[in-house]
């Protein structure tokens, strides 16, 4: 019998089919060729006439190769997985290429290894980011029906938004329809004695309502009950759980038993889920009504009261506003002096947490996505000059009858498997950048605890990997299947081609713009935090220790022995040897916190509130002038003879006195304080900034009021001593005085502790927090990109200097100097640089104007910082250029011919 | 003889329809099809290896027929190929037409020899 699939393979050789199909044609065809062999036989001829008729009839006057082209040819012919559908044809084809991908990339395992690095820096830096944007932006709040919660704020149109007057909550609350409930809280600090060692606690002041609002059910025990919440009920008290657990060892019996705070007894009655997160450092809670202090019964004070409420199912947001706003023209009308103009904003609780960072976060996302784009045209610039290098393996392959389809889906395959892998390994990277993240981070970073690799992050890494693969996948994978088959043979191993030249100096050059965009924007944030830290805040920043201070509860009894407690506390702390002068003050300037006090001229009785001013309110001791050293101005500042027994004074600042008083002195003069009464203006000083380095210029409230510590009425002493901050000027570094104030304030008794204990230029860096963090990342992410485009126009240099090596040592035969070449390479290499640049320059010229709000005293086209860009960049990129110039003047012109 | 008056174009456009039909009922394999158009043509109709597969081939791209290899016991295995429910209603269509065609033809062919 004849073989008859020699010859069927014969006539098909032309067709160039993919060897699967090629084999089921002939294997069909030769089915066919016997069948009819064996009829013609059977039908009476002989062996060589059946044989001469069956070729004839496979061949034919139309030939079976002409038939075949037509169908065999419209489209990629894949091989295909015998007897599998098409489904799994796909799986086998893909299976396949996974196997030839995995064998080529770890034949060549420094290719590999750098290019899985380079967008392992990019995809990591990208899950990262994306993780921080997804707990913080992205994440509902862990509360049932989050998206119902509203923080809800009062306004008043010296302030605009504020914190709520409690009895604003109150009638709020009793009045409005719209509220499934409503919740209040503020936070505070407590004394936590007579286990041990005394310590600070902070905590938080709840209404009983705000734990059912929020749809919390405690851990252990349960809620406070309304009845708790009441003037004079016994002290009931709810547990962090991070506290219970390790505080109080996670005893199980801790229900019932009673916590002494601020010398109240306070009985455990729940503990809180391990995932509540109300404020992020409350370790205690404690019904609303404990909170001892006339501030809670007045509508005057606001006293830092956050109101949440639940909305109910049917309610919309604008509904709930319109309702609330009526309550408050109620409440206007019926308390004139305290509410005139007051009404309140209703925000979604999350957007409350995180709105303000959002613009910052999505700068972040936007310079990260830079950086994987550098990393991208880093990765396909190395693969295109792969895919040159491969033009003989693909230029046999199509030979051999693959389709450029075919060829395309190999090579995406292989780089989607590069971009897996580099994400896996920038998933670790992503895990040790979030926690970097995360310890860079300002202490405000909302939900911070919320961050972390979720299976949404894990779903977007995986995204952007397979995108990214496909991405920097595509240009060499087209160039790789363009590989004119023939043209490639006959060249051998040398492999050329323009498209490859022009699409990698486009990348080179993308790289270069890129890069520009986030050093500017890194630039620009230097420039905003280093002029920051130029501004005057009106005081001595060097060497001052602050620390809060918590007072014995034996001296806690009354108002005279707190006076007597704070006297004797600082005369021990100022006898200690390198403490030059020692203050206490309520509120720390620049230290994020800040008290107001309405007041109006003369001694009149208090006008409606829309026709008084507020002015930041410091109650301090006297020696805070010479701590600070604030300039005095004019009059004197307080003494020890200023007390209850005096007439009251205070001292005011020279804002204060330029807006109240223009053109005429202030000394003399009487104001009146709301609750406290007329005062007696004694002294005039400089304005220390108080609301940021930053913002403070720009503050609706600007006034400052100081009050002399020993002239607080008694009714108003216990309340205000909690949030006392003791102030030391240091001849030493401060830091090294903190053991010797901490035995001075425990005092004889040893029961007062310090805590937030912090330098003021700590304090002034932490109100920088923000932008420094945005300046970290932002410089991160330029060095990255700085460092993945140096490599890039290396790795295109050297590579042109290869190329050329012919030309160049034909260049040094014919009397080239080492100048000359060198010149040579570098105008190349520059040539692309500047086109990088100029387009870079642009981008970020029209960029960086999204970065207003974050900048300070620069312009976001800052001509300087694009200059000093432009220079650096020109510099790498000189650099990067330089090496392998150097390299072509060490040819050989004899070696460079021989090779030819 | 009939051999030449049915002339090569002829084939070309009944091909299809031919082999859809063949199909329409059972799976066949491409040698099969081959010889039951030449025995039900009476010889009328021949189609050799060379222009039946890459027929075949065609419409199996065109998706109208699929064809599948069937292993049956003490046989080489065979490609058979069967009709798909688009190859159904292209075998329809194809039908009605050629009926159209044929009754256009012959009123005017009849007519003339009336």
Same mark, same amino acid.
């Given at each position: ?387 040159? +290098?491969?033009?003989? !393996?693909?230029?046999?392959?199509? $030979?051999? &009858? #693959?389709?450029? @389809? *075919?060829?395309?889906?190999?090579? /995406? ?69 363009? +590989?004119?088959?023939? !043209?490639?043979?006959?060249?051998? $191993?040398? &492999? #050329?081609?323009? @498209? *490859?030249?022009?699409?990698?100096? /486009? ?69 200690? +040897? ?185 304090i002034i860096s932490g109100s920088l927090a923000e932008r420094r963090f945005t300046m970290l990342v932002l410089i991160i992410f330029a060095a990255t990109a700085l460092l993945l485009a140096a490599v890039g126009i290396y790795g295109v240099m050297s590579y042109a200097v290869t ?98 | ?114």
């Amino acid at each position: 019998m004849p073989d008859w699939s020699e010859e069927i393979r014969k006539q098909l050789a032309d067709l160039r089919l993919a060897p699967a199909r090629e084999a089921e044609i002939v294997e069909e065809l030769a089915q066919h060729a016997q069948d009819r062999y064996r009829e013609l036989e059977s039908g009476g001829a002989t062996e060589a006439e059946a044989h001469r008729i069956t070729l004839e009839e496979l061949s034919g006057h139309e030939l079976l190769a002409n038939g075949l082209r037509a169908i065999e040819r419209t489209d990629a012919p894949e091989p295909i997985a015998l007897g599998a559908g098409s489904k799994g044809r796909f799986l086998a084809t893909l299976a396949q290429d996974l196997r030839y991908g995995l064998r080529t990339l770890r034949k060549s395992p420094g290719f590999t290894a750098f290019a899985m690095l380079a967008l392992a820096l990019g995809i990591g830096a990208n899950t990262a980011i994306f993780s921080v944007v997804n707990g913080v932006l992205l994440r509902p709040l862990a509360y049932p029906d989050a998206d119902r919660l509203l923080t809800i704020y009062e306004t008043t149109p010296e302030y605009g938004r504020t914190s709520v007057a409690y009895p604003s909550f109150l009638d709020w609350r009793r009045e409005s329809r719209s509220f499934a409930d409503m919740g209040a809280g503020r936070s505070d600090d407590f004394n936590f004695t007579g286990a041990g060692e005394p310590e600070h606690l902070s905590g938080e002041y709840v209404s009983a309502s705000l734990f059912p609002t929020l749809g919390v059910t405690p851990f252990m025990g349960r809620n406070f009950l309304p009845q708790e919440d009441r003037q004079g009920a016994a002290c009931a008290v709810m547990l962090d759980y991070g506290f219970w657990k390790v505080r109080l060892a996670a005893d199980p019996n801790i229900l019932g038993k009673a916590l002494t705070l601020n010398a109240m007894s306070c009985a455990v009655i729940g503990v809180l889920p391990r995932d509540l997160r109300l404020r992020e450092k409350a370790q205690v809670y404690v019904p609303i009504e404990q909170y001892n202090s006339v501030e809670l019964r007045t509508r005057e004070s606001r006293p830092g009261i956050a109101v949440i409420g639940r909305l109910k199912p049917d309610v919309t947001i604008e509904a709930a506003q319109a309702e609330i706003a009526s309550i408050c023209s109620v409440l206007a009308r019926q308390y004139p002096k305290t509410n005139a103009g007051a009404g309140a904003k209703l925000v979604p609780m999350k957007d409350d947490m995180v709105g303000y960072i959002r613009s910052t976060l999505l700068l972040l996302v936007g310079a990260v996505g830079f950086v994987l784009i550098i990393a991208c045209a880093n990765v396909a610039n190395l693969l295109l000059a792969r895919s040159t +290098a491969r033009r003989r !393996e693909f230029a046999i392959r199509t $030979a051999l &009858g #693959a389709a450029r @389809g *075919r060829i395309v889906r190999q090579l /995406l395959t292989e780089s989607v498997l590069l971009s897996l892998g580099g994400a896996a390994i920038g998933l670790l990277l992503a895990r040790w950048g979030t926690s970097l993240v995360l310890a860079a981070a300002p202490d405000s970073l909302p939900r911070s605890a919320e961050i972390g690799i979720d299976p949404y992050v894990l779903l977007f890494t995986l995204a952007v990997s397979i995108v990214t693969g496909i991405l920097f996948g595509l240009a060499p994978a087209f160039h790789g299947a363009n +590989a004119n088959p023939q !043209e490639s043979l006959k060249e051998g $191993a040398r &492999g #050329a081609g323009g @498209g *490859r030249h022009r699409a990698e100096s /486009l990348f080179v050059a993308v790289e270069i713009g890129l890069a520009v965009i986030l050093l500017a924007a890194a630039g620009l944030m230097m420039q905003s935090v280093w002029r920051l830290l130029q501004v005057d805040p009106g005081f001595n920043t060097r060497n001052i220790l602050t620390t809060q201070v918590a007072l014995s509860p034996t001296a806690l009894a009354s108002p005279p022995a707190i006076r007597l407690a704070f006297q004797q506390m600082l005369g021990r702390v100022a006898a200690i +040897a390198g403490v030059q002068s020692v203050a206490i003050t309520s509120q720390v300037p620049l230290a994020g916190s800040d008290s107001e006090i309405a007041f109006w001229p003369g001694a009149a009785p208090q006008p409606p509130q829309d026709r008084t001013t507020s002015a930041m309110f410091s109650v301090v001791t006297p020696h805070y002038l010479s701590v600070m050293q604030i300039p005095l101005r004019r009059g004197r500042f307080f003494t020890e003879r200023d007390n209850l027994a005096s007439p009251p004074v205070v001292a005011i600042d020279d804002v204060l006195a330029k807006h109240v008083f223009p053109g005429q002195d202030p000394i003399g003069r009487q104001i009146s304080l709301m609750v406290m009464g007329p005062v007696r203006i004694v002294g005039m000083v400089g304005h220390a900034k108080q609301w940021g380095l930053d913002s403070d210029d720009t503050s609706k409230i600007r006034d400052q009021i100081y009050f002399p510590f020993e002239q607080v009425p008694d009714k108003f002493m216990s309340a205000g001593v909690t949030g006392l901050t003791l102030l030391l000027r240091t001849g030493p570094e401060p830091m090294s005085l903190v053991s010797a104030v901490r035995a001075q304030v425990a005092g004889p008794t040893r029961d007062q502790p310090i805590y937030a204990v912090r330098t003021m230029e700590q304090i002034i860096s932490g109100s920088l927090a923000e932008r420094r963090f945005t300046m970290l990342v932002l410089i991160i992410f330029a060095a990255t990109a700085l460092l993945l485009a140096a490599v890039g126009i290396y790795g295109v240099m050297s590579y042109a200097v290869t190329r050329r090596t012919h030309e160049l040592g034909i260049r040094a035969t014919l009397g080239a100097s080492r100048r000359e070449i060198v010149g040579l390479v570098v105008h190349q290499g520059m040539r692309l640089a500047a086109i990088g640049l100029a387009g870079g320059l642009v981008a970020a010229f029209a960029l960086t104007r999204f970065m207003t709000g974050l900048l300070y005293g620069v312009r976001p086209a800052d001509p300087a910082t694009l200059a000093a860009v432009a220079l650096l960049l020109g510099a790498i990129a000189l650099l990067a250029c330089y090496i392998p110039a150097r390299r072509a003047t060490a040819i050989d012109p004899m070696a460079a011919l021989r090779c030819e | 003889m009939e051999d030449q008056a049915i002339d090569r174009e002829w084939k070309k456009g009944s091909a299809e329809l031919l082999i859809l039909s063949l199909l329409e009922a059972v799976p066949r394999h491409g040698y099969e099809i081959g010889k039951l158009i030449e025995q039900r043509s009476r010889g009328a109709l021949r189609f050799h290896a060379a222009s039946l597969y890459p027929l075949l081939y065609r419409l199996e791209k065109r998706g109208w027929i699929q064809g599948r290899w069937v292993e049956k016991s003490g046989q080489r295995r065979r490609r058979y190929y069967r009709l798909t429910a688009q190859g159904q209603k292209m075998l329809a269509s194809q039908r009605r037409g050629w009926r159209t065609f044929v009754e256009a033809i012959s009123r005017i062919t009849g007519a003339e020899n009336a």
